[in-house]
């Protein structure tokens, strides 16, 4: 199984800030199928489903501001988030789909 | 656009089954492309996927809960269920439903989750 680990677990920081975000794969999760990284980021708040930010590691979500950003390849990955807003207070998470069982990353606080 | 409702007992006594039934909407559960899925939260936990279903019927489990997990499917009803048996106060959990397509794979989107405890 790949065991994603992220890092730091908390970051404190201030409004208007960049907040960088870490995950490393126990594997790599470039697939051999269309030679892209199967890497996900989610924001998670209380009481509402996960929120699909990032897939294919840097392809942003219809919708979702351009402050978030990722990038990576085999098995390092940053989500970095520019210009951090108060509505950024979540846990984010990384995710692989690459193998099964897919797995996500313990999550990483973001506190402002 | 795809909506998912979990739905069940939000309290399970332990040993019991635990018994979700996820009804999808605004497209079809028999769709070639997707694949439905189970994932629970545990409180102060990451997430954690249990399984999938193809409407076919096909499944797939994670091994940490195999033996104990089964998933199953009523195109009819454009609803798929998961039941866990001998559950514990481990299985506690913030449980969603949600789909990923082939070719593609991360989950979404994902229902608004359902809280279950297991407590006598």
């Known amino acids: 199984d790949i065991v994603l680990t992220q890092s730091p677990d908390s970051l404190p920081v201030s409004l208007g800030e960049r907040a960088i975000i870490k995950c490393k794969s126990s594997q790599s999760v470039l697939s051999s199928s269309n030679n892209k990284n199967s890497l996900a980021w989610f924001q998670h708040k209380p009481g509402q489903p996960p929120k699909l930010l990032i897939f294919w590691a840097s392809t942003r979500e219809s919708g979702v501001p351009d402050r978030f950003s990722g990038s990576g390849s085999g098995t390092d990955f940053t989500l970095t988030i520019s210009n951090l807003q108060a509505e950024d207070v979540a846990v984010y998470y990384c995710?692989?789909?690459?193998?099964?069982?897919?797995?996500f990353g313990q999550g990483t606080k973001l506190d402002i | 656009q795809v909506h998912l409702q979990e739905s069940g007992p939000g309290l399970v006594k332990p040993s019991q089954t635990l018994s979700l039934t996820c009804t999808v909407s605004?497209?079809?559960?028999?769709?070639?492309?997707?694949?439905w899925s189970w994932i629970r939260q545990q409180p102060g936990k990451g997430l954690e996927w249990i399984g999938n279903i193809y409407y076919i019927g096909t499944t797939s489990y994670n091994p940490s809960l195999k033996g104990r997990v089964t998933i199953s499917v009523d195109a009819s009803k454009s609803q798929f269920s998961l039941s866990l048996i001998s559950v514990t106060a481990a299985d506690t959990a913030v449980y969603y439903c949600?789909?990923?397509?082939?070719?593609?794979?991360?989950?979404?989107?994902w229902g608004q989750g359902i809280l279950v405890t297991v407590s006598s």
């Open positions: 949600a789909r990923n397509t082939s070719g593609r794979g991360w989950f979404d989107p």
């Open positions: 995710h692989q789909y690459n193998t099964i069982p897919p797995s």
């Open positions: 605004g497209g079809s559960i028999s769709s070639y492309d997707s694949y």
